[in-house]
């Protein structure tokens, strides 16, 4: 059974930082994506990062809302993905989720993975 687990969500103050983890398991996901999407109360989800999962390469994406600020990364061995976030401007309040999906893409409808989600508040 496939299992997506976030974790490093809470309250954090403007201009703060956080690191959120997304710990896969069940199966390979060897040549997979990886996503972190996030999704705002009354709004759309949209896709914020995503890294991929080959052996020997590694390519990511990152919105242009979050470039300079956010960073994602992988650990292979342990089929976790993080997304590192700084300088939390109160608009990046949201649940975050991580997904897994065979390609890259920003139509959440292509991933078949999803974890339940992290909230992150950025307040003062």
């Known amino acids: 059974q496939v299992q997506l687990v976030e974790s490093g969500g809470g309250l954090v103050q403007p201009g703060g930082s956080l690191r959120l983890s997304c710990a896969a398991s069940?199966?390979?996901?060897?040549?997979?994506?990886m996503a972190w999407f996030r999704q705002a109360p009354g709004k759309e989800r949209e896709l914020v990062a995503s890294?991929?999962?080959?052996?020997?390469?590694?390519?990511?994406y990152l919105a242009d809302f979050v470039k300079g600020r956010f960073t994602i990364s992988r650990d292979n061995a342990k089929n976790t993905a993080f997304l590192q976030m700084s300088t939390l401007k109160p608009e990046d309040t949201a649940v975050y989720l991580c997904?897994?999906?065979?390609?890259?893409?920003?139509?959440?409808?292509?991933?078949?993975?999803w974890g339940q989600g992290t909230q992150v508040t950025v307040s003062s």
């Open positions: 069940g199966r390979s996901f060897s040549g997979y994506w």
């Open positions: 997904a897994v999906g065979p390609y890259h893409s920003t139509d959440p409808g292509d991933y078949n993975y």
């Open positions: 890294v991929d999962w080959h052996i020997g390469s590694i390519s990511t």
